[in-house]
């Protein structure tokens, strides 16, 4: 039945399904603004890159920019309340005013029943009265986010500007320490695999690895098999195939777990029995060569 | 076990870095006095509990050459776990450095060593982590299992590694971890370990006779 043929007027205009999606479009951009103002706040937190004199600056601009999130958040809070509190409200209302159509169509032809028609009409416009108040305070939480938006915008601060700036600085930093740093760095971390690939001959010595080829073969080997003292016989030792003499049986490794947590575990329970190894029964302390002065 | 590396010189108030370590890796003795090296070297042999004498020698040649090679450079300290990984063979070998970085700033060493990292091409892949409090580059890459190529064309097997480098706090100085395998199947807990393992980096003052 059409409200507005009824009564002559439709009291409580509304779509209820467009304010479904509505509300789940704040709800949506609400979450995604708390993910980044949180994200946001961890930066130049112990353990990031930020932390540090290089990267403060950028931590700092980004804290801010952070803080102006939060404002355009509790805004948009505010406008999810209104919009879900009008959508309550809209639900009553329309029904209120359903009944009271009924009830008018009811009348209809009744000649008798003019009054009744009357007040009935007048609650619908106290209806519609109540809902053009409602919507009031809808209008007001949208315009109060718009002051927050506009705000952001037109804050006196440069923020991509010195943000801008300060991601300059810090390119020029790196580079800086790139040109200083990095070439000892590199050679640093191709030592490490080398040595790395030095010490795995190790495993095929005692039989688990067989890595299809003669140790021997390789210069890195080469060089070791020349500064052994007893290179004649490393020379013949590693022509051998150890494959056959391999431990029936290896320890299980402490650190099979997939789990972070329990290799965590592991370390912090032992790192618990290094720090008693004064009484001899913790695990032994390892080797230790100095760093070179 | 614990790699202990000394920052500095050797004075009684010296920072120690420790790195904590299974007990499941042992560590190839590196002590510069002979004596100790050697009674080092003969409990890595007992700790492996080999028998085979010509295996016992051969691992106690190839661990003094290998103890000759390292008493240059940079590298301070290798050690290599053979354990049953989920019912089968498993062997890594992890590396440890301490490199200068030139600047207390560990977020400008992280960034510059990462984006060096990136641009030399070597690494599948390089990132930039958190590793609890300490911020962290980790670069993958992988190789060839021997060093320089085969002199006979022979392909080996390839290894995998990953190097982890950890600025300490307070010294402008950073550690660098790789971790090494052939077994490419167990790399996901290779991986894991190789974190957990940059993760325990702590800074402490020891004096250095308890080190030894």
């Known amino acids: 039945m059409r409200v507005d043929l009824v009564l002559g007027f439709d009291p409580t205009p509304s779509e209820p399904q467009q304010l479904v999606v509505l509300s789940d479009v704040l709800r949506k951009v609400i979450r995604a603004l708390v993910q980044a103002r949180s994200e946001l706040g961890h930066i130049g937190c112990t353990g990031s890159v930020w932390d540090g004199p290089v990267g403060a600056p950028i931590a700092a601009l980004l804290r801010r920019y952070s803080l102006q999130m939060s404002a355009l958040e509790e805004s948009l809070v505010e406008c999810l309340q209104a919009v879900d509190s009008w959508r309550d409200g809209v639900e009553e209302r329309q029904s209120q005013v359903t009944s009271i159509v009924a009830s008018v169509a009811d009348l209809a032809g009744d000649p008798t029943a003019e009054d009744r028609r009357t007040r009935l009409i007048a609650t619908a416009r106290e209806v519609g009265v109540e809902h053009d108040r409602a919507a009031a305070d809808l209008a007001a939480a949208f315009e109060e986010l718009s002051g927050?938006?506009?705000?952001?915008?037109?804050?006196?601060?440069?923020?991509?500007?010195?943000?801008?700036?300060?991601?300059?600085?810090?390119?020029?930093?790196?580079?800086?320490?790139?040109?200083?740093?990095?070439?000892?760095?590199?050679?640093?971390?191709?030592?490490?695999?080398?040595?790395?690939?030095?010490?795995?001959?190790?495993?095929?010595?005692?039989?688990?690895?067989?890595?299809?080829?003669?140790?021997?073969?390789?210069a890195g080997v080469r060089e070791i098999i020349a500064r052994s003292p007893g290179s004649h016989r490393l020379i013949r030792a590693l022509r051998r195939q150890w494959l056959e003499v391999a431990p029936a049986t290896l320890p299980e490794a402490t650190f099979s777990s997939r789990s972070s947590g329990a290799i965590t575990d592991i370390l912090s329970g032992r790192r618990t029995q290094t720090a008693t190894s004064d009484s001899g029964a913790g695990f032994s302390v390892g080797g230790l060569k100095g760093s070179g002065e | 076990m614990r790699f202990a590396l000394l920052i500095g010189s050797r004075t009684e108030a010296a920072p120690v870095i420790v790195l904590d370590v299974p007990p499941d890796f042992y560590e190839v003795p590196l002590q510069t006095e002979t004596e100790a090296r050697t009674a080092a070297q003969l409990q890595v042999l007992e700790d492996m509990g080999l028998s085979d004498t010509g295996q016992r020698e051969a691992l106690s040649l190839y661990l003094e050459a290998l103890a000759i090679r390292l008493s240059r450079g940079s590298v301070l300290g290798t050690a290599?776990?053979?354990?049953?990984?989920?019912?089968?063979?498993?062997?890594?070998?992890?590396?440890?450095?301490?490199?200068?970085?030139?600047?207390?700033?560990?977020?400008?060493?992280?960034?510059?060593?990462?984006?060096?990292?990136?641009?030399?091409?070597?690494?599948?892949?390089?990132?930039?982590?958190?590793?609890?409090?300490?911020?962290?580059?980790?670069?993958?890459?992988?190789?060839?299992?021997?060093?320089?190529?085969?002199?006979?064309?022979?392909?080996?097997?390839?290894?995998?590694?990953?190097?982890?480098?950890?600025?300490?706090?307070?010294?402008?100085?950073?550690?660098?971890?790789?971790?090494?395998?052939?077994?490419?199947?167990?790399?996901?807990?290779?991986?894991?370990?190789?974190?957990?393992?940059?993760r325990s980096l702590q800074v402490q003052r020891t004096h250095p006779d308890f080190i030894h």
């Not at chain 2, 354990?83 to 510059?112: C, F, I, K, Q």
């Open chain 1, 148 to 218: 927050a938006v506009e705000q952001i915008v037109r804050a006196d601060d440069d923020l991509a500007g010195e943000l801008d700036r300060a991601l300059v600085a810090l390119t020029a930093a790196i580079d800086d320490w790139m040109a200083a740093e990095a070439p000892e760095l590199l050679r640093t971390a191709v030592s490490l695999g080398e040595v790395a690939g030095l010490t795995t001959v190790i495993s095929e010595l005692v039989g688990i690895a067989a890595l299809g080829r003669k140790p021997g073969d390789a």
């Open chain 2, 80 to 198: 290599f776990c053979a354990v049953s990984l989920e019912g089968h063979p498993s062997t890594a070998t992890l590396t440890v450095a301490l490199h200068a970085t030139g600047t207390a700033d560990r977020g400008l060493a992280v960034m510059g060593a990462a984006e060096a990292m990136r641009r030399e091409g070597r690494y599948a892949s390089v990132g930039i982590h958190e590793l609890g409090v300490h911020p962290a580059v980790t670069a993958i890459a992988e190789r060839p299992s021997l060093p320089g190529d085969a002199a006979n064309g022979q392909v080996g097997a390839t290894l995998r590694e990953m190097s982890v480098l950890v600025p300490v706090p307070g010294h402008e100085q950073a550690a660098m971890i790789t971790l090494s395998t052939p077994c490419l199947e167990d790399w996901a807990v290779y991986e894991t370990l190789l974190l957990d393992i940059a």
